[in-house]
């Protein structure tokens, strides 16, 4: 099905000319959803200076959408409808495909398709980029496009753009943040309200700050797929999301967000991309996790849906970013400042604009390989369910035995104890390769003073 009011759609309208720098730039829309929706009304509602910035009008000519009512309850009467995304991708009037439709496997055909036919693309999709990113870049770079991808990585956060053009003279150390705002919303009612995890969730679902079926969230993936963008602008590395290692809250107990708010810290589900060269080690960590964060640390104040992430350069030291991770118009803010830049792009060539990943393809570095959990180095958090507090001196003894570098071994409070639980040590480590750990835990599960499974969780200071 296909609605078609506006006659300037027509094939013999286009007209790539000397004068095309000229006429607005002509945007054709696949989804208009929560973010479809928001960038149309904004770009309605800004339509002037948004013209006034980008030097020519930015006009969305056509949409495809599976609800064409729904769709046209939006845009009105003016804008093409249509049920086919493919008809959209490769329209003859369209100059610049917007793919916020979502999923993976259509998605790529209708961007790969977009890009063959010509058309440059924004996208806010994170989970299409992690995931055949390399492929859809080297077809973009092919067909000298542009691919821009604001929106999918911390939405109204302009962390790209600060990685790619900002930051651009750094060796980048590190990336770290909390990139998504549902589990964000989870840690914080788990925090300030003592909920479970699953009373939680549940809150986050009923406020529609967490999806129906919220598995990409909750367990990690959604800022797996933002941290391994994160990683390829930070490090000039290919997308590497198949490598990263991914662990949600959804194992994340009451118990041990109380323990770490004793010790002074608070729990955030952080992605964190860092460059490593010491100890025989090179390579990237890239991995997303619960991890305790000193309650002090700007990061710890960064709660419900926001999102906040911290770059280390090597001569701007850290500079933190703080924004709305999700929604509508937010979302929209990126997906149009992406048009802007499409727009400018006229008459510019390939080695003129700025590279998809932020370096030229022939410095991308394809040796750069992700470091296998083992070699992971952070600050851990220890808890220890033991038979007798008595047992604390034991069980701090043992771990420095067994090379875990221990800093502070103190008994949780009863405060922070359910009822009817045993004692529980608490252990503070200096940064150690994460084998380590795992050999002692191991090992510390036969030791006769432990009453219980012990349980594991990182620390990140954010500094330095
Ligand atoms: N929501 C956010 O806050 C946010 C933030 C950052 C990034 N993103 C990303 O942006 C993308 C869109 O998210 P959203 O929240 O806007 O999703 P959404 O509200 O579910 O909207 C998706 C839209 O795509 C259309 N669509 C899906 N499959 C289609 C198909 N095969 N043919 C035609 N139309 C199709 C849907 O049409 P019907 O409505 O007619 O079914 C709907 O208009 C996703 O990749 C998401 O990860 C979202």
Known sequence: MYRDPVPSLEASSFQPSAAAAMRPLRVGMIGIGTVGAGTFRVLARNQALIAGRAGRGIEMVVVAARNLARAASVVGTDVALTNDPMLVATHPDVDVVVEVAGGTG?????????IAAGKHVVTANKALLATHGNEIFAAARQHGVAVAYEGAVAVSIPIVKALREGLTANRIEWVAGIINGTTNFILSKMEGEGLGFAQALEQAQALGYAEADPTFDIEGVDAAHKITLLAANAFGMPVRFADAQVEGITRL???DVACAEQL????????????RDDQGVQGVELRVQPALVPATHLMAHVNGSMNGIMVKGDASGITMYYGAGAGSEQTASAVIADLVDVARLDGTSAAQQVPHLGFHAHA???NLAVLPRAAVLTRHYLRVPVHSAQQIEAVGAWLAAQHV???Q???????ALPPGSGPQVLVLTDAVAQATVDLAVHALAAHPAVAGPVVTLRVEMLEG
């Open 106 to 114: 259509p998605a790529r055909a209708w961007v790969l398709a977009a």
């Open 253 to 255: 107990q009451g118990l």
């Open 264 to 275: 002074g810290y608070r729990i955030k589900l952080l992605g964190v991309a860092r460059r």
């Open 364 to 366: 991308v570095d394809h």
């Open 405 to 407: 570098p221990v800093l």
């Open 409 to 415: 071994v103190q008994l949780a409070h009863n405060k």
